[in-house]
């Protein structure tokens, strides 16, 4: 893991989205609060004032980030302990509540931006594998970013991942300088998209030691293509309809990560191709 994994997602949004959860005496006590202070190595050295008002929780919290933002060693230890207050008190994580609150969304789109997401029951992850090298696409890049802001929607993250891939196969044929014609079905149009690129099962070397495998490997990128396709279909976005429930968050980050795999490998394949 990379040493900005190590150190938790420490930028004024995320500082901001965790400490919106304390707005106006919200969310876990002071006493919870000075415990993940100290536990982290970020203490304030708190003391409940006998006459008056002291610092209020939001303000600690947003204190604790700055100094983990100068000093980030235990950070991640910090930002897991604060999100560990929240699971507690039932403020995010709860799998169930598909429509989520303001302030959770707000808390994901914020670790999202960064390369951070919480699973279904308000953990913390860094996001593995949900990246490719766009080679400077600004469209491919924002649309792995949405997918970013998208977690605890399995249905958008699927529908967001099938994008992803249409679009990929249409930027391979672009690139190879074929026209798209504008109707052409998903199949169609990822199988042509694999021809160029000699990526076809039917189009491995059998001189290769181990063609066999480099054909499955080969085939196997259309069948995730094509089942994440089908599952985009099941879900029908605008027409009304709910993924199967056994598509759990957690299963649709699963889907994302392969649909990345296989477009970043196309989008490798692109740039050693003639033409390209």
Request: overall charge positive.
């Given at each position: 893991m990379s040493a900005a994994f190590s150190a938790g997602p420490l930028t004024d949004d995320v500082?901001?989205?965790?400490?919106?959860?304390?707005?106006?005496?919200?969310?876990?006590?002071?006493?919870?609060?000075?415990?993940?202070?100290?536990?982290?190595?970020?203490?304030?050295?708190?003391?409940?004032?006998?006459?008056?008002?002291?610092?209020?929780?939001?303000?600690?919290?947003?204190?604790?980030?700055?100094?983990?933002?100068?000093?980030p060693a235990r950070a991640r230890q910090l930002v897991d302990g604060l999100l560990g207050l929240l699971r507690r008190k039932s403020l995010i994580g709860d799998p169930d509540d598909v429509q989520k609150s303001d302030d959770e969304r707000q808390l994901r789109?914020?670790?999202?931006?960064?390369?951070?997401?919480?699973?279904?029951?308000?953990?913390?992850?860094?996001?593995?594998?949900?990246d490719i090298d766009s080679g400077g696409r600004e469209a491919l890049d924002e649309m792995v970013a949405?997918?970013?802001?998208?977690?605890?929607?399995?249905?958008?993250?699927?529908?967001?991942?099938?994008?992803?891939?249409?679009?990929?196969?249409?930027?391979?044929l672009e690139e190879l300088g074929m026209p798209v014609p504008a109707n052409i079905a998903y199949p169609a149009l990822w199988h042509i998209a694999r021809?160029?690129?000699?990526?076809?099962?039917?189009?491995?070397d059998q001189d290769l030691p181990g063609w066999e495998a480099i054909r499955e490997i080969h085939q196997s990128t259309w069948a995730i293509a094509s089942q994440v396709n089908t599952l985009r279909n099941l879900q029908g976005v605008g027409h009304g309809r709910t993924l199967p429930?056994?598509?759990?968050?957690?299963?649709?980050?699963?889907?994302?990560?392969?649909?990345c795999s296989v477009a970043d490998y196309m989008l490798a394949m692109l740039g050693r191709a003639p033409g390209a």
């Open positions: 500082a901001g989205a965790v400490a919106q959860f304390f707005y106006g005496g919200a969310g876990p006590s002071h006493t919870d609060v000075t415990r993940v202070l100290t536990q982290s190595g970020y203490s304030d050295n708190y003391v409940r004032p006998s006459v008056g008002q002291g610092p209020n929780k939001q303000d600690r919290v947003l204190g604790a980030f700055r100094e983990a933002q100068r000093s789109r914020a670790l999202g931006a960064v390369g951070w997401r919480l699973d279904d029951t308000g953990h913390l992850h860094p996001f593995a594998g949900v949405r997918i970013r802001r998208s977690t605890s929607d399995p249905g958008l993250l699927i529908g967001q991942a099938k994008d992803l891939l249409e679009a990929v196969a249409k930027f391979v021809e160029r690129l000699g990526i076809l099962p039917t189009q491995v429930t056994g598509v759990t968050e957690d299963l649709a980050m699963l889907v994302v990560r392969e649909a």
